[in-house]
């Protein structure tokens, strides 16, 4: 896209940019005309601008014609309120939301003590940016609107009830009109009526709920994740897939410009032993020449997508709005169509690749000498598995992988490495061993393990030859004074570091607030900590006092890897950010099309507030699929006592996780017993009245699984001894009826009590 020049005499686009933002009231054209003393003719030459600053995604428009920046919310819009906490806070989204970060949440702000509105609602409201969010001031209450849930249904009696999927929500709502869906159905429903009288409307039915992969497809229809391409889309990825690749230009002038060619080279790709799409490749070799003695050069060859997806193309477009792929145990709903990302770009053995070079020279205690960007033609020698690595690494005598590529690729990657693993000992980065679930599933889509992810040293290798290269880009572009899409982390925030001290004054670990906070103060208190019961926790709080990493075209480093510069430049088959990255060093390397146009230069800060946004939807719907999983293979051992650990606990209970196998489930204070439970905030304990019998949060301690929800992913405990199983089978009607069992059609599915049957 050209960017046209403003004509004399209008504002500028900046200028522009600061009247919306800064007005009291809402600004269309005439406002803004009227701002700038704009005559008749120039009144014509403002419509063009406003329309080309909306296609550049400056700027939206909302309705009457006013205009708000791109991302945010106008001055004055329509609001439909989406959930009212149990703090009584309404929360509200926008009723048209078409920018490519997800819909902001609007904390509606009213007068009174006790809120008018419900769930469904719409408002006429004045909107502002408060703090990190958003606040909403009602000016005019509007006609409703239906709220739409996902959920299954469930039959008590003669009654249908409706079983919402978020874990969060444990009310169930009755349903006055099934639209022809049956018991055990997953459906969509709209909301209607007011608290406490709100029923449920099914408005469409999207089938059984427990059925081989559904579980992601509730997360994709949750959180809105395009999972089909458009034919426009599918057409030029086509089209695109049978560019030609070769090391020297081509007959036909602009296609590319000249590869270096590497496909002497034995480079390999290291990956999951269940990846469908290779972004990556690395080789490695001893550098004994000039004053690098002990040295090493080496190579990270990454897929050249910047080759195929050309900027402003429906592929670009469709990226951009996708944000990333999204990872579920069973799927992968990925940012590009399968002939891109798991054929054309994907770095596969034996074929002929293009790829984006990083060419490094290491020094022997691990520091980046010097690196330089190359496309290249590679040929991958072999896709390797990361248990296949190491056990050949290892001497496994069965390992799975070459003799020749053990000496000739991995013998001196693991050397390469054992340099980069002194220069990341010497920054000390954040070291927090928590582990990942790692779902198996078997060929129909059942689930066969849940367990912890071993963490091998081939895992470590390609994770810090990834560093160093996206530490080279950053850098590279930093030289060329070009622009560099950064992924930021900041250090964490006063408040946050207060309540960590806070937290581990009650296991007797100092912390001084004091002192100069760096990744490395944490990995000494967690030294000192040792191999406690509590160090997993002590883990996952220091965790939650890091603050969250993001894109921006600002760098404020990466504090978690105690980096000064960092740019994510590694997978740009599955993250958009890292496409950005290759289109900048296209341009600033003089390596031919696809570079970075000026618009998305001038556009960073947009756009990585976009990606941003996009990556926590990934992220949040990728964890809640987990648990659902988890819950569905816990399914099987309701009623089964197991070693459980404490992870967090309220007024209201503890929350626990099951030894190995993980998920997050509540044991409520009411089925504790009799005795009354005070909670005691600065120890994170419950402790009772009479006997002073306490429950900490890392504590362990044996557990009975009550209830596994895989449609919701949510899990329920009792202590093992049936404490409070009179004071706790009571039940509340006006929440709805005891949840006990999904009627599905020919037979129960009780995944309370029994489990479900497979």
Not at 304 to 313: I, N
Not at 733 to 739: A, E, N, T, V
Request: charged share 30%; glycine share 10%.
């Amino acid at each position: 896209m050209v960017r046209t020049k403003t004509p004399p005499g209008l504002p500028t686009r900046e200028q522009i940019l600061d009247f919306i933002q800064t007005s009291d009231t809402p600004a269309g054209k005439r406002e803004i005309a009227r701002a700038f003393g704009l005559s008749a003719q120039q009144k014509i030459s403002l419509k063009s601008l406003l329309k080309d600053m909306a296609d550049e995604g400056l700027i939206d428009s909302a309705p009457g014609r006013a205009f708000h920046k791109m991302g945010g919310l106008p001055k004055v819009t329509v609001l439909r309120i989406a959930d009212v906490d149990d703090g009584g806070n309404v929360w509200a989204v926008p009723e048209k939301w078409e920018a490519e970060t997800p819909p902001p949440r609007v904390r509606v702000r009213e007068r009174g003590r006790k809120s008018a509105l419900g769930i469904g609602d719409r408002i006429l409201a004045r909107t502002e940016e408060a703090g990190s969010g958003w606040a909403a001031y009602p000016m005019k209450k509007l006609d409703r609107a239906a709220e739409a849930v996902l959920g299954v249904l469930r039959a008590e009696g003669d009654k249908l009830w409706l079983q919402g999927v978020d874990k969060k929500e444990r009310r169930e709502v009755p349903v006055s009109d099934a639209g022809g869906a049956a018991p055990g159905d997953l459906v969509l429903a709209a909301l209607g009526g007011r608290p406490p009288r709100i029923t449920a409307r099914v408005v469409e039915r999207l089938g059984d709920p427990f059925e081989a992969r559904s579980f992601s497809l509730i997360a994709i229809h949750k959180h809105g994740i395009p999972d089909v391409f458009s034919e426009e889309v599918l057409a030029e990825a086509r089209k695109v897939a049978g560019y030609p690749i070769k090391s020297s230009p081509p007959r036909q002038a602009g296609r590319i410009s000249a590869r270096e060619d590497l496909r002497h080279l034995p480079i390999v790709a290291i990956d999951p032993i269940d990846a469908r799409d290779h972004d990556d490749a690395v080789w490695a070799t001893p550098d004994d020449s000039g004053d690098n003695e002990g040295g090493w050069r080496a190579i990270v060859a990454i897929a050249d997508v910047s080759f195929y997806v050309r900027p402003g193309s429906e592929l670009d477009k469709s990226a951009r709005s996708r944000g990333n792929s999204v990872y579920f145990p069973d799927r992968v709903v990925p940012m590009l169509p399968e002939i891109l990302s798991a054929d054309v770009c994907s770095l596969k053995a034996g074929q002929d690749r293009a790829a984006l070079v990083c060419h490094l020279t290491i020094a022997k205690d691990g520091r980046l000498r010097d690196w330089r960007f190359t496309r290249g033609v590679i040929r991958v020698a072999a896709n390797i598995a990361y248990e296949h690595a190491q056990a050949a690494i290892d001497g496994v005598a069965d390992a799975p992988v070459p003799r020749d590529l053990i000496d000739g690729a991995l013998k001196p990657l693991w050397g390469c490495w054992a340099a980069l693993a002194k220069a990341r000992a010497h920054r000390e980065p954040l070291d927090l061993d928590l582990p990942e679930r790692r779902i198996v599933l078997d060929e129909k889509g059942r689930i066969l393990s849940v367990a912890p992810r071993e963490r091998l040293d081939s895992m470590r290798l390609i994770e810090d030859f990834m560093i160093a290269a996206n530490v080279a880009a950053a850098k590279a572009l930093e030289a060329k004074k070009a622009p560099v899409m950064y992924r930021v982390h900041e250090p964490p925030t006063r408040e946050k570091l207060v309540a960590l001290k806070d937290y581990l004054e009650t296991f007797d670990v100092p912390f001084a607030l004091g002192q100069v906070i760096r990744p490395a103060t944490f990995n000494h208190v967690l030294e000192r900590i040792g191999e406690a019961d509590f160090k997993p926790q002590v883990m996952e709080q220091i965790l939650r006092t890091q603050t969250q990493a993001f894109y921006g075209p600002q760098n404020h480093g990466h504090f978690g890897l105690s980096l000064g510069s960092y740019a994510h430049f590694t997978s740009p088959i599955r993250r958009y950010a890292d496409l950005i990255v290759h289109r900048s060093l296209v341009g600033s390397y003089g390596l031919g099309e696809g570079a970075l146009p000026a618009d998305d230069a001038a556009n960073m800060e947009r756009v990585g507030e976009a990606i941003s946004g996009l990556e926590r939807r990934a992220m949040e719907a990728e964890r809640e699929t987990v648990d659902r999983y988890v819950a569905a293979y816990l399914a099987e051992h309701v009623g089964t006592v197991m070693e459980a650990r404490i992870t967090g606990v309220a007024s209201f209970g503890f929350f626990a996780t099951i030894k190995g196998v993980g998920g997050d489930g509540l044991v409520p204070a009411r089925d504790l017993g009799t005795e009354y439970f005070r909670f005691d905030e600065s120890s994170q304990s419950l402790i009772g009245d009479h006997s002073g019998e306490t429950f900490s949060a890392g504590q362990r301690l044996p557990l009975r699984l009550a209830e596994a929800n895989p449609v919701s992913g949510a899990l329920r405990f009792e202590l093992p001894d049936g404490k409070g199983s009179a004071g706790g089978s009571g039940h509340d009607r006006r929440k709805g009826p005891p949840p006990r069992v999904l009627k599905r059609r020919g037979r129960p599915a009780n995944i309370r009590h029994q489990g479900r049957k497979r």
